[in-house]
């Protein structure tokens, strides 16, 4: 009889087991499905996810652009700061005594810890208030750029201790913003959300040149109160945060909730990643884009300074610094660039996707190749003509850009949401460290090592410059055959990631039915 008994009990559980299967599917198949809304407010043809988004956050549509606003800002505040320091070069140089392989040293030490530090917020961020850390971070960040400001002439060595831990700061916010952006918007709306986040680099970035060029001019060349402007606009970013930034739940977007953190799993995660070759070619290819994105934030500048000495289109200064506002021009090209560069390739890459499932990888490795060749050209004519070179490299940077959006959504999309926190910690580890944080170093280094012979030479030091910097075509180029392999792969990657998913919210679904 007690044979029986559990025999009839065993047809029972799976007579349940596969009736809840059944109510699972159909609730699958509802998620892609006009299914009824609470509201009948609603517009007809709207995005069941994203209509259905508000109970899940607990954050109007409203309130989420708000939020979106506030972390572009502070974005846009970090990047300006970087930009200043890099417009500020020559001032630096005169302060501390030091050549083009200190300068590389400021920025392999920031973006050293800055990419090291990525891990432990990225680690914190799966288990803590994401809105408290990155308010501390912002804190401990202003505070530090502020201080730099007071370093004494010729200490270089505590100016690059303040830096480092300015990076270590700065990675507080730039590894969680984008993933509170990702919880509060789904599917298209989320890509235009996140490129609208990115815009922040290249607008920052030249206001950046162009606030550290003419400010510092004007005060006579006193490099210490440009610094100070960016401290004073990261605290009023702080106070937004505290007071208008609500945290939406982690993952509340997809319908996933957050899952405890098991280290096991973690290094599961990170060896599945790494057998993703549309995503390690991927970040390959953002790597090269990063060492050459550094190099030309770094070291262009400088180029065009030197080369204006050479054409002699303006006479010799008698001052330790010459200032010809090529940092300012510079920088007004950035922005231009990055704003046509960015939009334009998220536009691009949308469309033809329509027509070639492969049209990331295919637009970013293209965009690179192209590059490569413009920027050759400009480095190759800057003794030749300003003009020319001015408008090569505002061609070169366009392209660059077009990659920008496109390469940090790929290396997202091809893993599964499971696994999205550990990709994009990995991917800013590889591209961050491998890309720009060594770039002025290795550069800087060449230019030093070619200009041994006759440093007061000014023709000398600027070739040795531009040879130093003919390195990045080359890296270029190898950064968009990445691409164009990882466009071999991304099709296949992508439906691993959509059936991990899919088995994700099924196993979720079974485990939360009553």
Known sequence: MAEVAAAMRKCEVEAELEERGAENMALLDNSTKNTPLPSDDVEKGADPQEQDLLPRTGISHTCAIIILVILFYINLVTYMATSIGAAILPYLQASFKIDESGIGLISIVFTGSYVLFTLVYGFLGDCCSRKCIMCVGMAIWSVTEF?????????FTQFLIIKGLTGAAAASYSTLAPSIIADLFVGDKRSRMLYIYNLAVPVGSGLGYIIGSTVTSALGGNWHWTVRICPALGI?????????????????????????????RWFSDVKLISKNRSFMFSTLGTTALNFTAGAID?????????????????????????NYHDSMIFGIVTVVAGIIGIVAGVEIAKRYKKYNPRADPLVCGFSLLGSAIFLF?????ANISLVATYVLIFIGEILLMTNFSISADICLYVVSPARTTTAQAMFMILSNLLGDAISPLIIGGISNLTNRQNPDSA?????????ALLAC???VTLGGACFL?????????CEKAEMEDEDCVLEEVIVTSP
């Open 485 to 493: 392999l990882a466009s071999f792969y991304i099709e296949k990657d």
């Open 236 to 264: 009023l970013g702080v106070l937004l945060m505290i007071f208008l930034v609500k945290e939406p739940s982690r993952g509340p977007a997809e319908g996933n909730n957050s899952k405890s953190f098991s280290l096991r």
């Open 147 to 155: 201080c730099s400001s007071f370093t004494p002439d010729e200490n």
């Open 298 to 322: 770094i070291c262009v500048p400088e180029l065009l300074l030197r080369a204006r000495k050479i054409l002699q289109e303006t006479a010799p200064c008698q001052t330790d610094v010459c």
């Open 459 to 467: 023709r000398l030091s600027f070739h040795s410059l531009q040879y």
């Open 377 to 381: 050209l400009a480095f190759y004519l």
């Open 473 to 475: 075509p080359f890296v």
